[in-house]
C-alpha cells in the first residue's frame, strides 16, 4: 500500500493539545507522522480549507443483526456511520438473539470484518436476554470483544441485580452502560410528560423515571467503585447529579445524543413519530441543560443512539410506534450548530466529544492523531452547506425528524486504517 497523506488542514488532535495547520501520514493502516511540510511516497489528499480529525467513535447504535436486518445490519449501518464521519461504533445488544454471550459476540466481530467499513466494538448485555434477572457471561464476552455492557432499551430495575452487575463488571475491567428509566413511572408513557403531552392527550414519561435509576446507580456506583456511564442522559437532574458524583471523585461518565441537544418537546409536529424516542424529548429548559453541560465539561461524550425502525414499524398510529430514530448522518451537523456555530464551545472540544472523550470511557485505543496509533481520521468542513436527503441515506431505514434539513457543516471524509471509506462527491 503506498500510504495516505492528508495534506494542509487544520489538524484537531485534543489528546495532545493540537490545533494547527499541519499535514498526517498514514502508512500500513496507522499513523505515521503527524507535522508541517510532511513527504513521502503516499497518495496526496488535499484538505486545504478542512478540519482533520481522529476518527469519530459512536459509542451508542444499533446495527439490528442479527435479528432485525429488515431494519439495518451491519453492512449498512457502518455504511450510514462512515457517512457521518464516524470511523466506530459500538453497537448496543439488543438484538435478536441479544449479545448477551460470547457466541453472539463473535457473530458480530466476524460479520463486521467481513462486511463493516469501519470498526466495530460490540457491547455486550448485563443480564441474560437484557431481562434483569441473571447477569450476562460479561467475562467470556470481554475475551470475545465486547467494549463495554449495557441492558440498553431497557434499564435493570432490580438493585440487587445492579448491585451485583457493578462488582463484576468492574473485575472484568467493563464499563456498565445504564439506560435509566424507571418503568413502573414510564409505563405507557409515549412522550415527556408535560403541558405538551397534556396538550397532544399523550401519556407522558416523567423526568423522574430517568432520575430514579441515576440516583440509585450513583449510590451503587459509589458503593462498589465501579465505573459508570449514563446513556442519552435528558433531564436537568440527572446532569445535576452526574456532576455532582464527579465532582466528588466517582468514575462516572454520560453521554448526549444530537436530539437531546437540539430538541425540546414542543418541537414535535403534532403525532410524528419521528420525533419518538426513549428517551423522549424533554423541556426546553432540559434541553439548554444539556448544553450547558456539555460546555461546562460534564459530558464525555456526544452519542447518537442510532435506533433504525423498518417504515412499515414507525408509520402506524403514534402510539402504536416503536421509539427510536435515526442519527449517524446527521449528528456531526446537528453538534456544530448547536454547539459551535452558537459559540458554546470551541472546535477542539467538540471533537473531544466525538474521539478521546468515548475512547477513554472504553478504553479504547483510538481517538487520537499519534504516531503509531489507528489511521482513523475524520476530515470535516465546519462551514460547508449541505442538505439531508433521505434518499441518499446509506441506512435501511428512514426514521429521522432531519429530512430535508439544511445543515451548516458535516463531514467530507472518512478513512479507517488509512484506507477513504466515504467520501463527499
Ligand atoms: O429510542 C430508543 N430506541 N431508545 C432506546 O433505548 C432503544 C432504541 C432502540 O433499540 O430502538
Ligand atoms: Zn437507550
Redesign the pocket.
Known sequence: MPGLLIKHGRVIDPASGRDERADVLIRDGLIEAVGQGLDGSAEVFDARGLVVAPGFIDMHV?LREPGFEHAETIETGCRAAAAGGFTSVCP?P?TSPVNDNPTVTSYIVERASRHAVVNVFPIGAITKDSAGETLAEMGSMKRAGVAAVSD???PVMNARVMRRALETAKAFGLPVIQ?CEDLNLSAGGDMHEGVESTRLGLRGIPSSSEEVIVARDLLLAEYTGAQYHV??ISTRRSIEMVAQARSRGLAVTCEVTPHHMSLADEDMPPYDSNY????PLRSRGDVAAVVDAIAAGVVDAIAT?H???AGSEKMQEYERC????IGLETALGVALQVLYHSGRIPLTRLVELFTVGPARILKLDRGRLAPGAAGDVTVFDPDLEWTYDLDKSFSKSRNTPWEGTAFRGGPVATIVDGVVVWRRD
Open positions: 444499533h448496543m439488543n440498553d432499551g431497557r439506560h446513556a442519552h419518538k424516542m426513549r428517551p443512539d435506533a433504525p425502525h416503536p421509539f427510536g430514530i
